[in-house]
């Protein structure tokens, strides 16, 4: 197949489908994204304010052995900033203990932060696409293989490709999408038992005026086995001019009201920090359990990355049209950032030797 002329088609324009983009690009190929959202970046999502610390409603951190991520994001002029974790963190045992104070271990794996916010790489990734290669609110519904040139549907149109590469989550895909012949059920049957990455996760957090967890015998690292919060962190700003604290509350509390939630995680932060808890100025949070273009509910009980990077995930099916991306199909760092670079990497490799040039 010739590059110049062959159409390819990326379904989800988050860390992975514009990456492959971005790779593409570079060897001179325009692909299409198709994304479902009205925005781009997925299971990524940083809530932006002015005058506010960005929260980060998806993901947040990166370490020293995500290289490939690293690679990128120097690349793509981005810088990072160390996780403020404190010398101490709030610890809670049990309920009927009072909350205490406990040294830090030292870090061996340090995290850091994306300056400006994790989404600042998807606005990086996406100002060096043309605008009218990204298609948004466009709900892939159907993918026919029928003809030698394939056909994908959405609620409101259909575009013709000669190659599709999806970079939803597996369980999504198969769950979600209708495929014309049948696709294959050994895909299906290992797709159906594939993690989502933090599919089920509840993310929380709350801009205040200042960081009153910075003072002596306190801490804005807190981690507790009583809850609804189980663990809580500094999530101050990159300039340490705007101050937030951001955690993961109970996966349970999904069917709660978003009142009743921010009820209960006030209360519990009331016990370490009193009443500046009650000037906080803004609450935010993310069911992603409840959005339906990142999860969708296992048929039986599926292990934190169970199958990420499984061989089914890493084949080509119709023929070579079809190929699967994504942070799950990844057998390294599965579900996690870096392993969405990595696969993005791997279907740019592949389509490069694959497409001759004309
Ligand atoms: C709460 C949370 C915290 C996390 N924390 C971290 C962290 O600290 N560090 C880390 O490395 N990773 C973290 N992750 C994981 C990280 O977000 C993912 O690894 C990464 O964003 C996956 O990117 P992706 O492009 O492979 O998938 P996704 O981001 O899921 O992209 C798939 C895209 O497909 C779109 N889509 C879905 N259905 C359709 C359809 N029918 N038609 C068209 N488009 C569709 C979606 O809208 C989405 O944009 C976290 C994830 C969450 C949710």
Redesign the pocket.
Known sequence: MEKTNAKIVI???????LTIAYGLQKIGIKATL????ER?????HTVKTAGGAPIE??????GPR?QALQGLLQELGLPLFPQNLGDNAIFEAISTSPPQLVKMPPNQDPSFRIAGGTSSLIDRLAATIAEKQLKLG????SIDFVDQQCQIK?AQNSYPADIVIS???PN?LVN??DFSPALSANLVEVATQTHT???E?I?VGLRFPNAFWRAPKLSGTVFSNVGPVSEMYDHANVEDTHFALKGFLSSGLYGASREQRLNLILQQLRKYYGTPVDEYSAYEE?I?RLER??FFDYKSYVLPHQNNGHVALLDSYYEGRFFL????TSSSFG??????VL?ANRIVATLTSLLKDA
């Open positions: 379904l989800g324009a988050g860390l992975t489908g198709l994304e479902a959202r781009l970046g997925g299971r990524i409603l998806g993901a947040t951190w990166l995500h466009e709900v892939v519904q959405t970079t939803l989550p999504l979600t999408i990455w933090m599919g996760s993310k993310a992603w273009f990142s991306a994504g942070a799950e579900g996690y950032m870096e392993g969405a696969s």
